[in-house]
């Protein structure tokens, strides 16, 4: 209930915004709010009630044709050779070792590359 609630305020400001930012008044005035004038901590916020919303509908979200290909490929590839993958601690485990090392990039650990 309490996500709902926020989601629905969300969207109100959300709303509020889009309208503020298509009018030629509030280009010339920038005193108007803005989704970026948020502090770290709302913005943080928002997207996970966006990220959250968008998730109460997984079959709403369309997904392109490229990434349908690209899930089959990686599929094919964990189905042929099942010990490249990785488990979910695995993969949890080698990003929260890629963010503590700080210059390394998370993308950098590919969850199909052999185990260590």
Same mark, same amino acid.
């Not at 930012?21 to 009630?49: G, I, Y």
């Not at 997904?63 to 050779?81: C, D, G, I, T």
């Given at each position: 209930?309490?996500?709902?609630?926020? #989601?629905?305020?969300?969207?109100? #400001? #959300?709303? +509020?915004?889009?309208?503020?930012?298509? %009018?030629?008044?509030?280009?010339?005035?920038?005193?108007?709010?803005?989704?970026? +004038?948020? %502090?770290?901590?709302?913005?943080?916020?928002?997207?996970?009630?966006?990220? +959250? +919303?968008?998730?109460?509908?997984?079959?709403?979200?369309?997904?392109?044709?490229?990434?349908?290909?690209?899930?089959?490929?990686?599929?094919?590839?964990?189905?042929?050779?099942?010990?490249?993958?990785?488990?979910?601690?695995?993969?949890?485990?080698?990003?929260?070792?890629?963010? %503590?090392?700080?210059?390394?990039?998370?993308?950098?650990? %590919?969850?199909?590359?052999?185990?260590?």
């Amino acid at each position: 209930m309490e996500r709902e609630r926020r #989601i629905a305020g969300w969207r109100c #400001i #959300i709303r +509020d915004i889009f309208l503020r930012e298509l %009018s030629m008044e509030s280009r010339m005035n920038h005193s108007e709010p803005s989704v970026f +004038d948020l %502090s770290r901590a709302e913005k943080l916020e928002l997207v996970e009630d966006l990220w +959250d +919303d968008l998730a109460g509908t997984p079959e709403a979200v369309p997904v392109h044709y490229w990434q349908q290909q690209e899930l089959a490929r990686r599929k094919a590839n964990l189905l042929k050779n099942p010990a490249a993958g990785l488990s979910w601690g695995e993969v949890k485990q080698r990003a929260r070792g890629a963010l %503590s090392l700080g210059s390394r990039d998370v993308n950098t650990a %590919s969850a199909t590359e052999p185990r260590p």
